[in-house]
Nanobody
Framework: QVELVESGGGLGQVGGLLRPSCAAS????????MGWFRQAPGKEREFVAG????????KYADSVKGRFTISRDNGENTVYLQMNSLKPEDTAVYYC?????????WGQGTQVTVSS
């Protein structure tokens, strides 16, 4: 069983930064790709960033490329999303996802609100 718990969201200002994190329980974390997704009110959940099991490969949505950085610490079973140069359109609930073969596990989400 895998449990994902996000934290570190909150209120940020335009141009500011936030760094949500996602802590995973279970023994599969180090061997699985991870990702961050977000869902704004009235919109579908969308991909934000992904990272391979060993951190060697990352990918980003065009909307966050150059501003957000995904990273992971397998020793701490944690994945991070460094969010810089925040924009109002970054306001959403941010979810982390763990991919284990055909299975996917999601956290409960952390709210990020960007105010001008």
């Amino acid at each position: 069983q895998v449990e994902l718990v996000e934290s570190g969201g909150g209120l940020g200002q335009v141009g500011g930064l936030l760094r949500p994190s996602c802590a995973a329980s279970g023994r599969h974390f180090s061997y699985n790709n991870m990702g961050w997704f977000r869902q704004a009110p009235g919109k579908e959940r969308e991909f934000v960033a992904g990272i391979s099991w060993n951190g060697s490969n990352t990918k980003y949505a065009d909307s966050v490329k150059g501003r957000f950085t995904i990273s992971r610490d397998n020793g701490e079973n944690t994945v991070y999303l460094q969010m810089n140069s925040l924009k109002p359109e970054d306001t959403a609930v941010y979810y982390c996802k763990l991919e284990n073969g055909p299975y996917a596990y999601w956290g409960q989400g952390t709210q990020v609100t960007v105010s001008s």
